[in-house]
Every structure is written in structure tokens, then in C-alpha cells.
């Protein structure tokens, strides 16, 4: 019995199949000299906290015992634990 190779659906992101003649479209799209909107950057992750795209990430190490009161504590004021630990480093430079 021959086997008949199935053709692979491609689907957009916003759930439409991709079929030959819109991928001719998008390359010609891509391959002509006009500005690709529909292609720029995406951002990606969590906001910036200083609105200007760029927040630094800060990573240490502390003890579980210490870990686990921030990790109530936060719980108890519905906030996160990173949302405390900026709030307890800038009191602690503005001294």
C-alpha cells in the first residue's frame, strides 16, 4: 500500500491557516523596500518599572528562614516579594 505524505497546516497566531498565496504576499512584502509594520519588535516580559525599557535585574541569595517571613509578609500586605524587597532597599539608601 503507498503511503500518502499529508500536507503540514501552518496557522497564523491570530488562528488563520497560512496557505501558499498569503506566503507569497508576506515575501513580497519583506522583500520590497517598503517598511514592514506588521514584523517590528514585540516586547517581550514584564513592563519596565522606570517607563524607560530598560529595568535592571537584580539576583542574591537569603536565607529560607528570612525568605519565607518576606514571602508571608507579602502575602498578608497582597503584595510581592520583589515589590517589598525595592521598598526595603530604597528606605535603606534614602538613610
Given amino acids: 500500500m503507498a503511503t500518502v505524505k499529508k500536507e503540514k497546516r501552518v496557522m497564523t497566531?491570530?488562528?488563520?491557516?497560512?496557505?501558499d498565496e498569503i506566503a507569497e504576499k508576506l515575501a513580497d512584502e519583506v522583500e520590497s523596500d517598503r517598511?514592514?509594520?506588521w514584523?517590528?519588535?514585540?516586547?517581550?516580559?514584564?513592563?519596565?518599572?522606570?517607563g524607560d525599557g530598560?529595568?535592571?535585574k537584580v539576583s542574591?541569595?537569603?536565607?529560607?528562614?528570612?525568605?519565607?517571613?518576606l514571602q508571608a509578609?507579602?502575602?498578608?500586605?497582597?503584595?510581592?516579594?520583589?515589590?517589598?524587597t525595592?521598598?526595603?532597599?530604597?528606605?535603606?539608601l534614602a538613610e
Avoid: H, Q, W
Avoid at 497566531?13 to 496557505?19: D, N, W
Avoid at 514585540?42 to 518599572?49: A, E, F, H, I, Y
Avoid at 541569595?61 to 525568605?67: A, E, G, K, M, Q
Fill in 73 to 84: 509578609r507579602a502575602n498578608k500586605d497582597c503584595r510581592t516579594v520583589s515589590d517589598l
Fill in 54 to 56: 530598560i529595568t535592571p
Fill in 60 to 69: 542574591f541569595r537569603i536565607p529560607t528562614v528570612l525568605y519565607e517571613e
Fill in 13 to 19: 497566531r491570530s488562528g488563520r491557516m497560512l496557505t
Fill in 35 to 37: 517598511e514592514v509594520r
Fill in 86 to 92: 525595592r521598598e526595603a532597599l530604597e528606605k535603606f
Fill in 39 to 50: 514584523a517590528g519588535r514585540r516586547p517581550v516580559g514584564r513592563p519596565s518599572l522606570n
